[in-house]
T-cell receptor, first 114, second 109 residues
Framework: DTAVSQTPKYLVTQMGNDKSIKCEQN?????MYWYKQDSKKFLKIMFS???????INETVPNRFSPKSPDKAHLNLHINSLELGDSAVYFC?????????????FGQGTRLTVV | QKEVEQDPGPLSVPEGAIVSLNCTYS??????FMWYRQYSRKGPELLMY????GNKEDGRFTAQVDKSSKYISLFIRDSQPSDSATYLC?????????FGAGTRLTVKP
């Protein structure tokens, strides 16, 4: 039983395309995150949602739009993909950021823009 | 300046060595401090967390936090080849979780 699952695991697409990454957690957590990990392994927060409400929206291009249809899902849609968007994108969830600190990560989606 | 600074290494040690990994941070609002371990092509997994200054021990791992210096450390005793991974420090204020750059560790048999 996967706790945090992301689909797809690999995504290769051309510049200018629009793509979506889906994330689902079956842990009953309130908070979900999207992180981008570059080739140097730096994990940069992109968005944080708490009970479907956007809490953190870092300096991310408008081409990136998160959507949380319910507490268990947080999807990421990317418009007009660019070469610099190539990275591994991780979804994570936690019960509540300040109370129980363990965040569970998905396996990541390796996005390659060609 | 990044909120969380971590030397990315790489760090290579012989089996059995003591490993010291460190992070500094600039925002005193951080409340919780964690270490995650990430194996190649996997998501990060929580190794240890603490919320106060001092030491916390779990088997071969010791996490140390010094809030006055804004400095956290992770010590690994008797390091094993299976400890080879990237170690990321992380810090939380409310629902905002920030990571360091990660240190790639290799333990050689």
């Amino acid at each position: 039983d996967t706790a945090v699952s992301q689909t797809p695991k690999y995504l290769v697409t051309q510049m200018g395309n629009d793509k979506s990454i889906k994330c689902e957690q079956n842990l009953g957590h309130d908070t979900m995150y999207w992180y981008k990990q570059d080739s140097k392994k730096f994990l940069k927060i992109m968005f944080s949602y708490n009970n479907k409400e956007l809490i953190i929206n870092e300096t991310v291009p408008n081409r990136f739009s998160p959507k949380s249809p319910d507490k268990a899902h947080l999807n990421l849609h990317i418009n007009s993909l660019e070469l610099g968007d190539s990275a591994v994108y991780f979804c994570a969830s936690s019960p509540q950021g300040a109370v129980n600190t363990e965040a569970f990560f998905g396996q990541g989606t390796r996005l390659t823009v060609v | 300046q990044k909120e969380v600074e971590q030397d990315p290494g790489p760090l290579s040690v012989p089996e059995g060595a003591i490993v010291s990994l460190n992070c500094t941070y600039s925002n005193s609002a951080f409340q919780y401090f964690m270490w995650y371990r990430q194996y190649s092509r996997k998501g990060p997994e929580l190794l240890m967390y603490t919320y106060s200054s001092g030491n916390k021990e779990d088997g071969r791992f010791t996490a140390q936090v010094d809030k006055s210096s804004k400095y956290i450390s992770l010590f690994i005793r008797d390091s094993q080849p299976s400890d080879s991974a990237t170690y990321l420090c992380a810090m939380i204020k409310s629902v905002d979780m920030r990571f360091g750059a990660g240190t790639r560790l290799t333990v050689k048999p």
